[in-house]
């Protein structure tokens, strides 16, 4: 779903080869997706001069290392998110000097930001702030059952597991792109694996003072009962301060005042299905705002699945998952053309940073650095 599926309708991307530790699931593998060649390890694929782009798909604490490795090897990287293990990793990462002079992309897979319907809300994020709106608060919440067993690689602390390392990169991400950068994390109560995992979280509810004056809340949960499925739809809400609204019809001495609150359901996986409402919250006031004269909200809704369908510009069809558009900007930066839209290696670096932010508030501390880096980088 993440490359191999977009590469087969992607004319200039060719999936060569895949490595993994055991080659002989590397080879189930490449039969079952047609990839032409199985290497014997990560490094061959690094040592092999035809590949010129690698995705680093490994458990969260691999990361650094062989996006390191690669970006020596010359190789551009579509890395899977979260970048690295903490904020001291990606600051080493994304400061390379191959990175930061452009002659090796470097791209964290964040994959929901490409999509058209992520950029329409952000589009009409844009439109309120122009229009003079002020952010009051953002509520995220990404909440899913219990799919993987303690047994599993994100509940593995050496290799930087936890929640907030998987699922819960999106909340933080999208809270940042919508609110801009938290001043402060005010709270962050996680829950925790049992002994000896006490230290890998499965839950996670953090409240945020933001810099543009904003509250906001992430609630991230992989242990959600099955019961409250219909609640677990990955979802942003966006509301603004009240203001006065102008109305001719309103009799004397009474004032008019409206609530609006952008929310986009499904935010993550958006091209499967999403839906963006536009809520105004009215209430109209006499005797200066001492008597409720009535109340009531309009709701609009819109979708987005090609940018033309909501008027603005930008490549893609209406086929096209997330990560379909996201390796075609990726294609476009390695080619040297254009980008309608990027990630770029400081927006990763700031992202680890709030990870860890939201870790130190917590007790648990930020995920531990790899030997590689200490030997590396220290």
């Known amino acids: 779903m993440a490359l191999i599926n977009p590469a087969k309708t992607h004319p200039e991307v060719v999936i060569q080869c895949v490595a993994a530790r055991d080659r002989k699931k590397a080879e189930a593998y490449a039969r079952k997706h047609q990839i032409p060649e199985v290497k014997d390890s990560y490094q061959a694929i690094l040592d092999d001069p035809e590949i010129r782009c690698v995705y680093v798909p490994l458990p969260n604490g691999l990361h650094f290392e062989w996006a390191v490795r690669a970006v020596r090897a010359g190789k551009h990287v579509l890395l899977e ?130 810099e543009n004056g904003a509250t906001a809340c992430t609630i991230i949960d992989f242990r959600t009962p099955k019961s409250q499925y219909k609640s677990m739809m990955p979802t942003i809400a966006v509301t603004f301060k009240c203001i006065k609204v102008e109305d001719p019809s309103l009799v004397a001495g009474q004032t008019k005042h409206r609530v609006r609150t952008l929310r986009m359901g499904n935010f993550m996986l958006s091209s499967s299905w999403h839906r963006i409402d536009i809520e105004d919250s009215f209430t109209v006031t006499a005797n200066d705002g001492a008597k409720v004269v009535k109340n009531w909200t309009n709701k609009e809704s819109k979708k987005a699945y090609k940018l033309s369908d909501v008027g603005l510009e930008g490549a893609g069809e209406e086929y096209w998952f997330t990560y379909r558009h996201q390796l075609e900007q990726f294609v476009n930066r390695v080619l040297g053309r254009p980008t309608e839209h990027w990630v770029d290696g400081e927006d990763s670096v700031q992202q680890m940073r709030v990870i860890d932010m939201a870790y130190e508030k917590s007790g648990l501390g930020p995920r531990p650095s790899t030997k590689f880096f200490a030997e590396n980088f220290s």
């Open 81 to 210: 998110k979260p970048s690295v293990s903490n904020a001291a990793e990606a600051e080493a990462l994304f400061g390379m000097e191959a990175v930061r002079g452009g002659q090796v992309v470097v791209l964290e897979a964040v994959h929901y930001r490409f999509g058209p319907a992520w950029r329409y809300f952000k589009h009409l994020l844009r439109e309120e702030k122009e229009g003079g709106a002020e952010m009051e608060k953002v509520e995220v919440s990404t909440k899913f059952p219990s799919l993987f067993s303690e047994a599993d690689i994100r509940y593995d602390y050496s290799l930087a597991g936890g929640i907030m390392m998987d699922l819960g990169t999106y909340a933080l991400s999208a809270m940042r792109q919508v609110a801009g950068e938290p001043a402060e994390c005010l709270e962050c109560e996680m829950k925790t694996c049992a002994p000896p995992k006490e230290k890998v979280d499965y839950a996670t509810t953090a409240k945020w003072r933001m």
